[in-house]
């Protein structure tokens, strides 16, 4: 007993110092996960809420439009996040090593989309692909190009939305690929080249490996951030053409929001929530095992 | 050591009891405004705070020349008027004006977290759907023998749901086309311009003829006919559209019934306009807003329109802000040569918020702006709904004539179906698949047939309507 009082005693201030933020976890973050799930197995109408077991998960999985939001966003996330940290490798480690002026003004170049909201970058990418009245279709018809609307065919838009979320997003990416890198010991650059390794052998080698909890760091942001995608689809395309890029995220929001169907709404939530999980817990795992 | 660790604890303490203090801040103020409500013990009045949405209608108090005229500018005044001479309660009314295509997310927000607005002023149709989920007040209680008089009994009807009266009827305002005359000039179709101060009237084939011509005439980069799909905004004239050769869209049932040789030719119609290119590009991907703005910068020789529109785009160009032609009306053809007309009727409404005072002030506010003589001259910004009002201002505004005729060929799209919100959400993805090839028209409305039918019979198993 006097032991347990020396141990609370020992740690109260520690605990007292967390309980603020301990609070607002529970109030905010773990509260709505299990009022979603609950919410998942009720009819939610005005004032009315009925128990309906898991009839909104069964409606969910008759619904091609549901399936159609699933392919789309595994789409989204395979390829952004691959192009991403494919693409913030190659710039990071062509430049980690040269003036820091120079690694600055790339920095900078690559994190101005960054900085920029993705509300404003969907509406200039919307003003410059718009088929009637857009930059790009005015410049078409101007040079007698017939018209090609590719936020308005099924085999281009998800290729178009892909890119302006890579270019928005990659650099985060490459900002910390680039610290990463700034970071590895020098005297291993120079003993491969030493054993005379090519600069390409010295990357996949050396670079990457040593960079791999970055990696792993990014590749989670990413996929956790690209299954939310919502705001570029709302903005550039709707869902459209024929829900051709709707997301699960997209679907959520129409169902809580335009259709009023707050049960089918956080069924979608709690399949969001599980994927991510599966998804996640691997990669953490790793991480915490590197560490 | 003990003294420094009961200062961190102290610290902790302490910054936890503000965090809670802040927190509780909030309470303490909110129970002062729900406090606001009965009546004064003393000769000051109670302040009762409502607070009222609209979609944007139209600009200034009576006249969008007036200066620093905006869409919340008559409801101001209306509330300064009334507060003025209402001696129940101080009232202060605070107003939003709140986008038409995020209607539906900010109120299904606030009705779900119980924070509704006291007072909505929109357009019937796009609200008819919380009448059927019970969020909304019957205002049969407002409705006198005066007003009944005033406003005609077709205005009662489409604000009539079961047994009640769920909007105060303000304004109308029918859709038809808007077309530049100065481009048909150029294109040598004087003949088909009508008057300034009609609404013209072109049979189907003239219509057609109009396209193709204006097609073959046009300049580069301008386009015969606006026609979008890439959200629910506008939908009405793309309903409109689907009834050109005769059908009838609902049943008595309530159920939609376009999948038959009418509507099938209708949605060919369609298709075949935009493939013919007499439409802009990319209609799958173009918003109502786009096909709007092209037609004021002179890029679409014929767009939808409405009274308010209209008169926004004149103001527009009397004020500068868009270029400048001979704007006029025309009605959308048929194949039968009645005109389609369709019209949305205006008003308020008044939500259930659980507080009785704040019910009844609304209510007062609604009667108030909605028959004092001298605020519902504001209607004539679109179509007034009271006969005083329309005589008065007949001379000044002949159009009022022209719509007035036009009242004959009135048809109801909303069909008053229950689920009518979520049934909009289901016409566009189908009309953008006929536009990119992905359905034939057949398949397109065979699917949107089938999905909004689905959608009317859940939503009529919900509806306080049907279950009474």
């Known amino acids: 007993m006097k032991r347990r009082n020396y141990h609370w005693k020992e740690n109260v201030t520690g605990y007292l110092f967390i309980l603020p933020q301990f609070l607002m976890f529970l109030i905010f973050i773990v509260y709505p996960i299990f009022e979603g799930i609950r919410l998942s197995l009720y009819k939610v109408q005005f004032n009315q809420q009925t128990f309906v077991g898991l009839d909104n998960y069964v409606t969910l999985f008759h619904d091609p439009v549901f399936f159609k939001s699933i392919y789309n966003t595994v789409i989204f996330v395979v390829f952004i996040v691959i192009l991403t940290v494919a693409f913030s490798i190659f710039v990071a480690s062509a430049v980690f090593d040269k003036k820091p002026r120079y690694v600055s003004f790339i920095r900078g170049s690559y994190y101005i989309p960054v900085m920029v909201s993705m509300v404003v970058m969907s509406m200039v990418w919307g003003f410059l692909l718009n088929p009637a009245n857009g930059l790009i279709s005015y410049a078409a018809r101007e040079m007698d190009f017939s018209i090609v609307n590719l936020l308005g065919n099924k085999h281009t838009v998800l290729p178009v939305i892909i890119f302006v979320t890579f270019a928005t997003n990659v650099g985060q990416a490459i900002i910390l690929y680039i610290a990463a890198m700034i970071g590895v010991p020098k005297d291993l650059f120079e003993a491969a080249e030493v054993d005379g390794a090519s600069r390409i052998r010295t990357i996949f080698q050396i670079l990457i490996p040593l960079v791999k909890p970055t990696t792993i760091y990014i590749t989670i942001i990413n996929i956790i951030a690209v299954l939310k995608i919502f705001v570029v689809i709302q903005l550039l395309t709707g869902g459209g053409p024929n829900n051709g890029s709707v997301t699960m995220m997209y679907y959520l929001y129409n169902n809580a929001f335009k259709y009023n169907q707050l049960g089918i709404a956080s069924a979608v ?15 953490l795992r790793a991480m915490f095992k590197e560490e | 050591m003990l003294k420094k660790r009961m200062f961190s604890a102290a610290t902790a303490l302490v910054l936890i009891m503000s965090l809670l203090a802040g927190c509780s801040g909030g309470d303490q103020k909110n129970t002062a405004n729900n406090s606001a409500g009965g009546e004064a013990d003393s000769g000051k009045k109670d302040k009762v705070e409502l607070s009222l949405w609209l979609t944007p209608q139209w600009k200034g108090v009576l006249d969008a020349s007036e200066p620093n005229a905006d869409y919340d500018s008559f409801f101001k005044e209306a509330a300064d008027k009334f507060s003025k001479q209402y001696d129940k309660y101080d009232v202060k009314v605070n107003v939003q004006v709140i986008a038409g295509d995020q209607r539906d997310e900010m109120l299904n927000v606030n009705l779900n977290g119980g924070t509704p607005p006291d007072i909505f002023f929109e357009s019937v149709f796009a609200m008819g759907d919380y009448v059927h989920r019970g969020a909304l007040e019957p205002l049969d209680d407002l409705v006198d023998d005066t007003a009944k008089a005033d406003i005609d009994q077709k205005y009662w009807d489409n604000v009539t749901f079961g047994d009640n009266v769920y909007f105060y009827p303000f304004a109308h305002n029918p859709g038809t086309l808007a077309y530049n005359a100065d481009m048909f000039k150029a294109a040598g179709l004087d003949n088909y311009i009508g008057d300034a101060n009609e609404i013209q009237t072109w049979s189907l084939d003239e219509y057609n003829n109009i396209l193709k011509t204006l097609k073959e005439k046009l300049p580069k980069g301008s386009y015969p006919m606006g026609l979008y799909a890439l959200n629910n905004q506008g939908d009405t004239w793309n309903l409109a559209y689907l009834r050109m050769f005769g059908n009838k869209f609902f049943d008595d049932e309530r159920n939609i019934i376009l999948d038959d040789e009418n509507g099938l030719k209708a949605a060919q119609w369609l298709k075949d306009v935009y493939s013919q290119g007499y439409t ?109 009002v329309a005589d008065q201002f007949k001379d ?46 057949e398949q397109a409305i065979k699917d949107y047939q089938s999905k909004g039918n689905t959608i009317i019979q859940q939503a009529k198993e919900s509806s306080i309507i049907y279950s009474k």
Do not use: W
């Open chain 2, 396 to 441: 000044q505004y002949p159009l009022f004539t022209a719509y007035d005729a036009n009242s004959a060929n009135l048809f109801n799209f909303t069909g008053n179906v229950p689920g009518y919100s979520e049934l909009r959400q289901v016409l566009y993805p189908e009309l953008q698949a006929i536009y990119i090839g992905e359905k034939t028209p």
């Open chain 1, 269 to 283: 939530g709690v399949i969001m929530f599980v994927i991510t999980m599966l998804l996640s817990i691997p990669q």
């Open chain 2, 280 to 388: 802009n590009p990319g209609a799958e991907s173009v918003s109502s807003n786009d096909a709007n703005a092209m037609f004021q910068n002179q890029q679409l020789a014929v767009s939808f329109t409405n009274a308010v529109l209209f008169n926004n785009a004149k103001a527009d160009m009397e004020a500068g802000k868009a270029p400048k032609f001979d704007i006029r009306l025309a009605n959308i053809p048929s194949a039968s040569g009645n005109p389609l007309s369709f019209t949305y009727v205006v008003g308020a409404c008044v939500f259930k918020t659980g507080n009785d005072v704040k019910t009844q002030v609304a209510k007062d506010f609604v009667k108030f702006f909605s028959s004092d003589s001298e605020l519902v001259k504001s209607s004539k910004n679109s179509i007034p709904v009271r006969s005083s």
